[in-house]
């Protein structure tokens, strides 16, 4: 099992920048990948940014430029540094670790971009 926790959301103005954490725990000698989600109100949740055990990282196009995904001192923990943040960009985001074929996921963090 991993379990995953995530932190650093909260609200900020258009432009600002929030910083988001998440560790995983657990059996984490084999995960293969780490990355961020997010889902808005009344939407499916969508790839925010993805890093492979290796460094490759992955970008939703709408992010490309403003996000930065990068993984910690421990490899069991990634960031994502976001940029010039957009109302658009209100969303809850959600960690998820993969291994094994299984992908486990965080309760979700709260990042609210105003006007």
């Known amino acids: 099992q991993v379990q995953v926790v995530e932190s650093g959301g909260g609200l900020v103005q258009a432009g600002g920048s929030l910083r988001l954490s998440c560790a995983a725990s657990?059996?984490?000698?084999?995960?293969?990948?780490m990355g961020w989600y997010r889902q808005a109100p009344g939407k499916r949740r969508k790839l925010v940014a993805v890093?492979?055990?290796?460094?490759?990282?992955n970008y939703a196009d709408a992010v490309k430029g403003r996000f930065t995904i990068s993984r910690g001192n421990a490899k069991s923990t990634v960031h994502l540094q976001m940029n010039s943040l957009k109302v658009e960009d209100t969303a809850v985001y959600y960690c998820?670790?993969?291994?094994?074929?299984?992908?486990?996921w965080g309760q979700g963090t709260q990042v609210t971009v105003s006007s």
């Open positions: 998820e670790a993969s291994r094994g074929g299984l992908d486990y």
């Open positions: 657990g059996r984490i000698a084999s995960i293969n990948a």
């Open positions: 890093i492979s055990t290796g460094g490759s990282t």
